[in-house]
């Protein structure tokens, strides 16, 4: 188990008043691709950040790598193992252009000087922004950023990589390509979580968190997941397109034999449908 | 409000001397009370737009008309612009910085001449219509929220103000999905009541079902504008297919693929269960 937590709850007021995480359980595995979905507010951000120790364990047990995330003097460790690209590009960047940005991180953890370069340039190809390499980060559109924040982070080549809303800013083809990145990453061996509002990216993943105020809902397959329309429902969540149309067709007294989870499967289920009328 | 754009350009200068021309020769006009999307890749222009309309910058060439006035005319008072058009940016949460969330929703009403009893009203309207409990966010610091309630409550600072025009750059980005639905169906009533409206998004169902005329920029350039609808059509008949097509319209290609083919008119999710349900039930072909 690369991340096991039990009974987490956490606080941001002094008080303790209001929970912003409530025995939260979690289980994720090496090399799993792990979505978290769950309406604004229901603690995606603050339990990922838990993982790395940007957020210090209140209450509970959390072994990250078989580390105990409440050992100080292995912050650093986490940090490092753990890479996380957060919801608002714009926080992280510290330098005035962007080569440096990336390189900054890379000497932060002492990388050796002559593998820089060559990091630096491998990490904008990744997210194609290799013409960006002098260009200051506040002078970058939206999409850019969030772009180069990305490259930021793979440049460090985490073993557990964290996406918190990264697609946000993106347009159709820019989420599909950071989509595949992801992917790209997994396959090669990496561990993926993965925080959206789009429901259409948590499709291919190996399991879907299911947050709601605070707590865990449900924890499965995307499928048992995505599908189930009292659970999205309880979530405050809109279920992918083809589950939707699948339930709406129903209602209209047409009846596809599965509910598919892909627009694939749609079509295919269409296709089985027409051919018999 | 009516809105006029004629030959706009824009480049930023960059430190080296290099120029990003941001726009380049965009005319088109906007009639008061529309309801215009605004839809282009990652970097073609659409937030330097906005800066223009908002008269936060000053186009290299070309003219923008505000009410038949142009806005970058010697002696034209740009306060008056600050009144009537209300901009939310794309990373909105940078601009909250008061102590508590009522007091950063009621900054922009300080000039306003409202009372304080009206400032509070306007302030829980605004509060409550982006979806919070007003007596349990007010005295709440903006910096203890979460990404997708720093927004709603930028979002809620902008509405207080009532602009007549109100620019949108990407306002669902981060929004869960009733968040998402919410505020367009509040931003399509306020539309209704007379605002004119333009809102950047990649959310193409959300361009394609609130939105009543769409502009698309690609490198700086506008390449198409007209009604939503037909755009999203002619757009499914470009070259490069995947830009600018909703969910709806993606399935209905793939089912044109395996010879099932729909109405070319598909662009929303409803237009699409009513196809499939006139094609599955015998009432198509059959
Ligand atoms: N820095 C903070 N101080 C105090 N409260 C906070 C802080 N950050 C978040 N919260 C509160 O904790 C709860 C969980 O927030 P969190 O950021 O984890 O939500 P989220 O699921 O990531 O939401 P979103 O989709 O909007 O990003 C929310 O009620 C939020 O208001
Ligand atoms: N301050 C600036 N200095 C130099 N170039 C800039 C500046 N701001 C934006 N640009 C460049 O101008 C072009 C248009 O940027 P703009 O922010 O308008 O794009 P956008 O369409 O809003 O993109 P996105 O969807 O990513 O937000 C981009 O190539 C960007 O790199
Ligand atoms: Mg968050
Ligand atoms: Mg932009």
Known sequence: MLIAGNNISFSYDFDGSSLALQNVDIRIEQGEFVAILGCNGSGKSTLVKHFNALLQLQQGELRVAQIDARNEKDIWYLRRLCGMVFQNPDQQFVSSVVEEEIAFGLENYETPRDEIPNRIQAALALVEMSGYAKRAPNTLSGGEKQRIALAGVLALEPEIIIFDEVTAMLDPNGRQEVVEIMHKLHGAGKTIIAITHYVEEAVAADKVILMHKGRVLACGGPRAILSDLDLMREAELIPPLPVRLYHDLRQAGVHLRHCPLTDEELVEEIWQLRSKI | ?286
Not at chain 2, 24 to 45: E, L
Not at chain 2, 109 to 114: A, P, V
Not at chain 2, 192 to 218: D, F, I, P, R
Not at chain 2, 226 to 251: H, M, S, Y
């Open chain 2, 1 to 286: 409000m009516a809105i006029k754009i004629e030959n706009l350009s824009y480049s930023y200068l960059q430190p080296f001397g290099e120029k990003v021309e941001a726009l380049k020769n965009v005319s088109c006009s906007i009639a008061d009370g529309d309801f215009v999307g605004i839809m282009g890749h990652t970097g073609c222009g659409k937030t330097t737009l906005l800066q223009l309309l908002a008269g936060l910058r000053a186009p290299t060439s070309g003219q923008i008309y505000v009410n038949g006035e142009e806005i970058n005319a010697k002696g034209y008072d740009k306060s008056s612009l600050r009144q009537t058009v209300g901009v939310v940016f794309q990373n909105p949460e940078y601009q909250l910085f008061a102590t508590t969330v009522e007091k950063d929703v009621a900054f922009g009403l300080k000039h306003s001449g409202l009372s304080r009893q009206e400032v509070t009203a306007r302030v829980q309207w605004a509060l409550e219509t982006m979806g919070f409990d007003f007596a349990k966010i007010r005295s709440q610091s903006p910096l203890a929220l979460s990404g997708g309630e720093k927004r709603r409550v930028a979002i809620a600072g902008v509405l207080a103000r009532k602009p007549e025009i109100l620019l949108f750059d990407e306002p669902i980005a981060g929004l869960d999905p009733y968040g998402r639905e919410n505020f367009l169906r509040f931003v399509g009533e306020i539309n209704q009541a007379g605002t004119t409206v333009l809102m950047v998004s990649h959310n193409m169902e959300a361009l394609a079902e609130y939105t009543k005329h769409l502009l698309v920029l690609e490198q700086g350039r506008l390449i198409d504008s007209g009604p939503t609808r037909e755009v999203f059509v002619r757009l499914k008949q470009r070259k490069n297919g995947a830009f600018g097509q909703t969910k709806a319209q993606k399935i209905a290609t793939l089912l044109a693929e395996v010879k099932l083919p729909l109405s070319s008119g598909v662009v929303t999710y409803a237009d699409l269960l009513s196809a499939l349900k006139q094609e599955l039930t015998g009432g198509g072909r059959g």
